[in-house]
């Protein structure tokens, strides 16, 4: 049974390609953006901040083990939450809001190694659902992306700089 959130405090749950927008292209590097970081990681310590182990296995098999990114990751590990009953079921409706060739290239998607390539888009928007979270991706709103997903079942998605907004960061 899912537990109430002190003070209505929202509960994000973040994408891949916003992780990746914080640390890369050219991103908001801690020393120079450090009240951004402080405001995750205190997010991260009230449950405030969550995302899905298939964003971890995304982000780990995308990223040199040295890499700022995959670092953050793994000291903030409880954010990635892992698969359960709940977020199954909402899975079968989930698939059915996607082109059926797109979730099949998708979830079959082989990496250079051979085995199965990661895709947490629709354990992402699965989540969001079950924790009644507003969804931090920075896809745009296509057919057969988070946002246009998500948006099938009333869940909200907004970009980082939205979340900086929300969040109270000023730079």
Known sequence: ??????????CYCIDT???????????????????IWKRLEEMVKRDELISHIEVYKEIG??????????????QNRKIFRDYDDPQMQELNEIKK??????WQNQINKIDASGKRSPWA??????????????????????????????????????????LFKRIGIKY
């Open 1 to 10: 049974m899912k537990q109430k959130r002190l003070f209505n405090e929202p």
């Open 61 to 74: 098999d995308t990223s040199d083990k040295n890499d700022t990114l995959y670092q953050w990751c793994k």
């Open 97 to 102: 809001k996607y082109d059926d060739r797109y």
């Open 121 to 162: 888009d629709p354990w992402l928007i699965a989540l969001g659902i079950c924790e009644e979270a507003i969804i931090i991706t920075d896809e745009k709103n296509n057919p057969n992306r988070i946002p246009h997903i998500a948006n099938c079942f009333q869940i909200q998605c907004i970009n980082l700089l939205e």
């Open 17 to 35: 390609s916003s992780l990746v927008n914080l640390t890369r292209y050219p991103g908001y590097p801690r020393d120079i953006f450090p009240a």
